[in-house]
């Protein structure tokens, strides 16, 4: 491999730089292990040194005049263009001062820069972080742009990377490379919308995908709606229960308005994941604000917001002379659309399956990187792993660490598959769901895919549960695993694509190791699943005998409980054949009890 190409996405709040090789596309981290650059730059104006990053990030309510973020918005604008931008601004904008008078400066304190330049500043970070991962240098890239970027604004992106010694060999539309990370290239003569919620700005994409080739039918948005304008809802809402707590005198400091912010975007992540969470801020003065928000407030809180989300589709929709039931799949691009709420809304608008697989912060810049890897001549190769077949077995985990396959390798897509699972303990609340990959037995010869938890099972006895358990596995090759209990309705869900990380090589690998193991491997699950048996038929039995106390002889309890101790003794053996004929002893033994059991039952019921 000589003098990789990179890919990556110069946001307007966070940066990324990915590459991809035959395995597929991945991030690259900082030297220090950050997946993200903030688009953020402070420059000090007593030395002019640059700050960048997370670290400025941190400033920008402190020092608000030399903190520059957003420049993306003034790229190959004129000061006409970006006037309605200005009050979103702290810092300063001024025509600029060279030969093209349709441009502007910024001011950061004392200095002057093009917006350019300062792209050009965080695009040679990300320059850096590939370079040291790569241990050399880096002179090529595709930069991606949104669909709407005119001329201008592309040539002001160019410009920005040879500043920073970079040639941008293709300028790519984010919603382009957001449907190349979830290789949408392949699909057949596709509609694909890409809804893409970032930071502070909002785009919703129509494209065809037509032998390989993406047409843009159809683009809107809103440049000034983004996670962020959820960020400040939430600080109003705390300001206001703050003044209604301690007095509507009180007045926030810029490093408390720094803390509310930093807290509101914390609080907005975690109900993403978590149905409440719990925000306490130090007012100073012995006062502490304390409050616990779920994540029913917060979707109230944003529910305007996303209706304006909507209200740009359906305009999107219209340009492309569209209805929304013609879309085949949404991929869901920005950080901001990790909200359930979001994923459902955009699910039920387009009445189309949501693309949620890949991390929505992360899929512009793979996506670049995808497009990097088929202009460096990697696109056969990676030809070779998306086939119409899935490439190895789908399963999932099962008590005690054994692999319970549902789809076979070598099924054509698409395909699906599910199966029943319970608890194994009284009043389980919780079951975890392990999806797995591979030819193996066991979890741990297998690669793991991902995994969710089921919360929320009402309280039943262990075994009565029913949760249904389904794989699915669509034309595009992406995985949806979901989990149901049925009495409940409680679900959880989670999608993955099978063929990320894999090369060819590592397939028949797989394959290969999966034949060499299988006798052992029979034998491991076959034990594993008796060593299960032995644990819920005694506690079955167990049960039973204390339920019917009164009605059991002592002989025949001696004797079962005798049994049990001796079928549990059973449980480090590795023979699984003595296992089985002792366990089909135990059961045969306690039949009568079983029956007893089912009589007064009938009899109560
Ligand atoms: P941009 O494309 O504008 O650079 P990103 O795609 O990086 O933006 O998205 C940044 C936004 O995503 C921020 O508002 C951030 O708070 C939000 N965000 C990040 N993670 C989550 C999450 N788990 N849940 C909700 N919002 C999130
Ligand atoms: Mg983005």
């Known amino acids: 491999m000589s003098d990789p190409i990179i890919g990556i996405d110069l946001g307007t709040t966070n940066s990324l730089v990915a590459f991809a090789d035959a395995s597929g596309p991945r991030i690259i981290a900082s030297p220090d292990g950050q997946m993200s650059l903030p688009s953020v730059l402070y420059i000090n104006p007593a030395t002019g040194a640059l700050t960048i990053g997370a670290e400025a990030r941190r400033r920008a309510v402190e020092r608000p005049m030399e903190t520059i973020y957003s420049v993306k918005r003034l790229m190959g604008r004129s000061l006409e263009e970006i006037r309605p931008d200005l009050r979103y601004l702290t810092y300063r904008v001024i025509e600029h001062a060279g030969a093209e008078s349709q441009a502007v400066d910024v001011m950061a304190g004392p200095y002057r820069f093009t917006p350019q330049q300062l792209s050009a500043m965080i695009l040679a970070e990300l320059k850096r972080w590939a370079e040291a991962h790569f241990r050399k240098p880096i002179s090529r890239a595709v930069i991606t742009v949104p669909a709407y970027f005119d001329d201008a604004q592309r040539q002001a992106t160019r410009d920005a990377a040879s500043i920073a010694g970079l040639e941008a060999v293709r300028i790519v539309n984010e919603p382009t490379a957001a449907a190349l990370a979830y290789g949408l290239d392949r699909a057949q003569d596709e509609l694909i919308a890409v809804y893409d919620l970032g930071g502070g700005t909002f785009d919703i994409s129509i494209l065809r995908v037509e032998k390989g080739i993406f047409r843009v039918l159809g683009t809107h948005g809103d440049t000034h709606l983004g996670g962020d304008d959820i960020d400040r809802l939430l600080v109003e809402l ?333 449980l480090h053996w590795d023979d699984p054949e003595k296992i089985a004929r002792a366990l089909h002893y135990l059961n045969q033994k306690s039949a009568p009890l079983a029956e007893m059991a089912i009589t007064r039952a009938l009899r109560e019921g």
């Not at 079951?431 to 793991?448: A, W």
């Open 238 to 570: 705390f300001v206001r229960d703050i003044r209604t707590q301690f007095g509507s005198g009180i007045e926030f400091d810029p490093e408390t308005q720094q803390a509310l912010r930093n807290f509101a975007e914390a609080v907005k992540i975690q109900l993403s994941q978590k149905t409440d969470a719990n925000v306490e801020i130090d007012l100073g003065d012995g006062r502490a604000y304390q409050r616990t928000i779920t994540r029913e407030e917060l979707e109230t809180l944003m529910s305007p917001l996303v209706s304006r989300t909507l209200d740009c589709c359906a305009s999107a929709l219209m340009e492309a002379g569209l209805q929304p039931g013609q879309v085949a799949r949404v991929v869901m691009v920005g950080g901001a659309t990790y909200a359930p709420a979001i994923r459902a809304a955009v699910g039920r608008f387009f009445n189309a399956e949501v693309y949620t697989a890949v991390n929505p912060m992360q899929t512009v810049a793979l996506g670049a990187a995808v497009q990097a890897s088929i202009l460096a001549g990697a696109g056969k190769k990676r030809d070779t792993l998306l086939l119409d077949i899935v490439p190895l077995t789908l399963g999932i985990e099962t008590v005690g660490g054994a692999v319970t396959k549902l789809i076979g390798k070598g099924s054509h897509v698409p395909c699906h598959a599910s199966t029943m699972f319970t608890t194994f303990i009284d009043g389980q609340a919780e079951v975890k769901i392990h999806v797995l990959q591979g030819e193996r037995e066991m979890v741990k010869d297998c690669r793991s895919l991902g995994q969710f938890v089921l919360c929320g099972i009402p309280p039943m006895p262990a075994g009565i549960p029913r949760i249904i358990i389904s794989l699915l596995v669509d034309a595009n090759g992406i995985l949806s695993v979901s989990a149901k209990e049925q009495r409940s309705g409680v679900n959880a869900s989670i999608q993955v694509i099978p063929s990320y990380g894999l090369t060819q090589k590592e397939i028949t690998r797989m394959i290969r190791e999966g034949l060499e193991h299988r006798a052992e491997d029979l034998l491991d699950h076959w034990l594993i699943d008796l060593h299960n048996q032995i644990l819920v038929d005694t506690a079955a039995i167990e049960k039973t005998l204390a339920t019917l106390s009164d009605q059991v002889e002592l002989g025949y309890r001696q004797e079962l409980v005798s049994l049990i101790d001796g079928v549990r003794g059973m």
